[in-house]
């Protein structure tokens, strides 16, 4: 061994400066390389953890089906419903007319997040349309959409796609026709449910809601049961 090290030496010397300077750092074969630093555990990976599964029953999704039913309801008592319920609602007077009314709002849901809301109400000579949507841009959980399977008075098609699920419906107990679309993507969690109402019934029994005037608090509001004659009849 002494021996050896004495021709290393030699060599070394022979060599040169920069030999002996990389003989000297080149590590030990023997010598494991020194264990880098990982991090702590699985969250280093960039991995996100899987959103919160939702409840079975989902009540959120029970409370959302009815709300939006409601709202595409064509009915005259919504407004001051869904007000007491906690939506911040307001009335688009932009597209307002004696045969078109269109409300829009919010309502923030704790665990789940802030649910946008449009309905509104379009009639014809013989039809009315009432139409609502409901949707979540980023929920913070999965929603409970397969519940509508269980439903007795619906009948539609569920299906688990690549980007999520999508779904169909059809109440085929109420008198009028109620068509319902419930969706999730399965990345964003973006949550959208719509409910289309059509009603055999004149456009005289819809009610108008002449929303407030910028300056003047004491026109008849959205609760107001006094439709504006004087708007209807310039329109």
């Known amino acids: 061994m002494k021996s050896l090290v004495s021709l290393v030496t030699i060599l070394a010397l022979l060599a040169g400066p920069a030999w002996a300077a990389a003989t000297a750092q080149a590590p030990d074969a023997a010598t494991p390389p020194a264990a880098t630093d990982g991090g702590s555990g699985a969250n280093d990976t960039g991995d996100t953890p899987p959103p919160a599964a939702a409840p079975v029953p989902d009540p959120f999704l029970a409370e959302m089906l009815q709300t939006c039913r409601d709202g595409a309801s064509g009915d005259k008592g919504t407004f001051q419903r869904l007000e007491s319920a906690g939506w911040n ?5 932009d597209t307002q007319t004696p ?3 269109a409300f829009n709002g919010e309502k923030d849901y704790d665990g789940v997040g802030t649910v946008d809301i449009t309905y509104s109400q379009e009639v014809y000579p013989t039809l009315t349309e009432g ?24 009948k539609g098609d569920f299906r688990h796609t690549n980007d999520g699920i999508a779904s169909t419906w059809q109440d085929t107990s109420a008198t009028s026709k109620t068509f319902i679309q419930v969706d999730q993507h399965a990345g964003t969690l973006y949550f959208i449910l719509d409910v289309t109402t059509l ?5 005289a029994d819809i009610p108008f809601v002449q929303p407030l005037a910028p300056d003047d608090s004491t026109m008849d509001g959205p609760n107001s049961d006094t439709p504006d004659d004087s708007t209807n009849a310039s329109d």
């Open 89 to 93: 609602l307001s009335v688009d007077g």
């Open 199 to 203: 009603m055999e019934k004149p456009a």
């Open 131 to 154: 139409y609502c949507s409901l949707s979540i841009e980023t929920a913070q959980r999965e929603i409970g959409i397969a519940d509508l399977q269980k439903r007795p008075e619906l």
């Open 99 to 101: 045969f078109y009314q």
